[in-house]
């Protein structure tokens, strides 16, 4: 630990973990191949992931022994490659190279289909249960990413090497963010090396499965990958995806900001770790040495990719020109730039014109200079000064987006249209449905969402008060039908005091706050959602 660092409390408290909804049989194996003894302060935190993970396990389980006999016959027949005509694009580079950057602007082409988080964080599952999680999670984790506040949620894209963990531990994210002890055997499964044949056979169908499920719903659009240990991969890459058909791109970034983003990356995630961190100083080598490793096995598998199938820039020049870059980049892997994707590409960018990343405030640690790296300021020239900056123009409706108002208002006018229909659908069936409040803060979210285009923390507070509003709005008018025309139709008379007594009853038992709180938080996520579509 650093010195700066504070001590560590006496109870690690739970976060929503990446493993949350992994499946049972995948933290058996995270903590027992080797054994893994948390200490008693990791306690609560693992037993919130493993209550979450019986939670996650019951809901992927229908689909997960539905598919096992049609996965394992394919797999077997197919050899273990995926034969996808329209082919795939994989982002390389070491994490913190500005990888998710440049995902998250390739994504803006609708010619693409990327996992996404609700899918990486329950593979075993399918399009049922990936559809109801992308709902279900999105009042449960953050609008941010905990270790640099770029946008995240459940729907955003996502790196299939989260899959390959939560199915069967097949990754290096055990030992890089759960449990530093299992580092250096974890590690292996980074360049898939020194590997014995049943953990490669493991990975390589776990891989093959799950993109295998993400391909049912994107035939026609061309895969895109983003996972920094496929930098290390090339090869079973193009064993998997098919040689002629896998274009890559590989973006670097200068070493030292890599190094410190690292540094800064891992202990800011401390809140995933079952066990106490490295010292800083061993935390660093470790990265200074991967990372190396990383680049130069890159380097060696270069010559195995042909002409046109990969491209090479760096993050310096796409931050400087952003469109400029992704126009080389698409044209050097002869994909056609349109202006749809240039139109998305630019919203994005709007979205993002105050980010800045955290190397620029930060002092150079001790990854600065180091001989070690000085082969990858040479590879990828990083000596030469950044392309003539060109920041993206403004999109058209960035005006418009401005002004909310008339999202106010539509979110006002679909919860009165929502509450109406929440009571006719009452009166016909004489049933409270308390949990429609959160199907309604979803449309009233989403309603809002779209007509403004870029939400904002006030849209999205607007909206979680209007979710309260309507349930509270239709209470007592479903207690009259669903409570007394249901048991008491005789009853010629019901008062008011009646109707809230048994309203306040009703609301304050069941599941009726936990809906409330769904939709509520639901239409607070969706309001107040940064100006960047995930699809």
């Not at 890159?298 to 020109?321: K, N, T």
Request: include cysteine; aromatic fraction near 12%; charged fraction near 20%.
């Amino acid at each position: 630990m650093s010195e700066t660092d504070p001590p560590p409390s006496p109870v690690a408290f739970p976060y929503p973990h990446f493993m949350a909804l992994a499946p049972l049989d995948a933290w058996a194996r995270l903590l027992l191949r080797p054994p893994l003894a948390p200490a008693p302060r990791y306690w609560l935190r693992l037993a919130a992931g493993l209550g979450c993970s019986i939670v996650g396990t019951g809901l992927t389980l229908p689909e997960r022994l539905l598919l096992a006999p049609w996965l394992a016959y394919a797999y077997q027949s197919s050899g273990g490659a995926i034969d996808h005509p329209p082919g795939a694009l994989v982002i390389l580079g070491y994490f913190r190279t500005g990888t998710t950057h440049l995902h998250y602007l390739l994504n803006s082409d609708p010619r693409f289909i990327t996992p996404r988080w609700a899918q990486v964080t329950a593979p075993q599952g399918f399009h049922a249960s990936w559809m109801f999680l992308r709902l279900f999670l999105v009042p449960f984790l953050a609008s941010r990413r905990p270790q640099d506040d770029v946008a995240f949620g459940p729907d955003w894209p996502a790196e299939d090497d989260f899959a390959c963990h939560n199915w069967a531990c097949a990754s290096s994210l055990r030992g890089r963010l759960i449990a530093p002890s299992r580092y250096d055997s974890d590690r292996r499964f980074h360049f898939l090396d020194s590997l014995t044949a049943r953990e490669i056979e493991r990975w390589r169908y776990v891989q093959w499965a799950f993109l295998r499920k993400v391909l049912t719903a994107g035939r026609g659009r061309m895969l895109l990958l983003k996972s920094p240990s496929h930098t290390a991969r090339v090869p079973e890459l193009q064993r998997l995806l098919g040689r002629e058909r896998t274009r890559f791109i590989h973006i670097s970034r200068e070493p030292a900001d890599v190094v410190n983003s690292n540094v800064a990356m891992l202990r800011r995630l401390h809140l995933y770790r079952l066990e106490d961190p490295p010292d800083e100083r061993v935390l660093r080598e470790r990265i200074i040495e991967e990372y190396a490793q990383t680049e130069r096995a890159y380097l060696e598998s270069r010559p195995l990719i042909g002409p046109g199938q990969l491209h090479e820039m760096r993050y310096e020049d796409l931050r400087a020109d952003p469109l400029g870059e992704m126009k080389r980049a698409y044209a050097a892997l002869d994909l056609p730039w349109t202006s749809g994707a240039e139109r998305r590409s630019a919203r994005y960018l709007y979205s993002v014109r105050d980010y800045r990343p955290a190397s620029e405030s930060r002092p150079r640690g001790l990854g600065f200079g180091d001989e070690r790296l000085g082969f990858i300021d040479e590879a990828f020239g990083h000596a030469r000064p950044a392309v003539a900056a060109r920041p993206a123009p403004p999109p058209a409706e960035a005006v418009e987006s401005r002004t909310r108002r008339r999202a106010w208002i539509g979110a006002a006018v679909a919860a009165v249209a929502l509450a109406l229909l929440w009571h006719l659908i009452v009166r016909q069936t004489l049933n409270r449905h308390d949990w429609l409040a959160w199907p309604a803060g979803v449309l009233i979210g989403a309603a809002a969402l779209r007509l403004a285009r870029a939400g904002s923390a006030r849209l999205g507070w607007w909206c979680a008060a209007l979710t309260v509003l309507v349930a509270l709005a239709v209470s007592m008018p479903n207690s009259r039908w669903a409570y007394y025309k249901r048991y008491d139709p005789a009853r010629e008379q019901v008062t008011w005091t009646d109707l809230l007594a048994t309203s306040r009853h009703e609301f304050f038992t069941g599941m009726s706050l936990f809906w409330l709180f769904m939709g509520a938080a639901t239409a607070y996520r969706f309001g107040s959602r940064p100006p960047i579509s995930p699809n």
